[in-house]
């Protein structure tokens, strides 16, 4: 069973960028498709970008497409959010999830949290206009 933990949260300035990670442990993350999630102050949980096992296929929210990315390190065991030219709106509690995917569906990835079943704590990200 894999464990996660999100890091790189921070307060910064409109414009300015940040990168979370999600560090796993417990398992060999190679085997896992991620997802990044977001949760503002009185909103729901929102997708925010999502990476399939083999890395190979990647999709963002509309939102974000152009300014943040997914990349993952294997030998660091680490899936990482890089995110660019943030603004106020993105402020929120980040999220990732992860779930173990067969080596034949390496390529799927998914939007909804409901198909993810392990979890991170969260990390707090503050932009500030």
């Known amino acids: 069973q894999v464990q996660l933990v999100e890091s790189g949260g921070g307060l910064v300035q409109a414009g300015d960028s940040l990168t979370l990670s999600c560090a796993a442990s417990g398992d060999t993350f190679s085997g896992y498709a991620v997802g990044w999630f977001r949760q503002a102050q009185g909103k729901k949980r929102e997708f925010v970008a999502a990476i399939s096992r083999n890395g190979v296929n990647t999709y963002y929210a509309d939102f974000v497409k152009g300014r943040f990315t997914i990349p993952r390190d294997n030998a660091k065991n680490t899936v990482y959010l890089q995110m660019n030219s943030l603004k106020p709106e993105d402020t929120a509690v980040y999220y990732c999830?992860?779930?173990?995917?067969?080596?034949?569906?390496?390529?799927?990835?998914?939007?909804?949290?409901?198909?993810?079943?392990?979890w991170g704590q969260g990390t707090q990200v503050t932009v500030s206009s």
């Open positions: 999830a992860a779930r173990r995917m067969p080596t034949y569906f390496g390529g799927s990835l998914h939007v909804t949290d409901e198909w993810y079943n392990y």
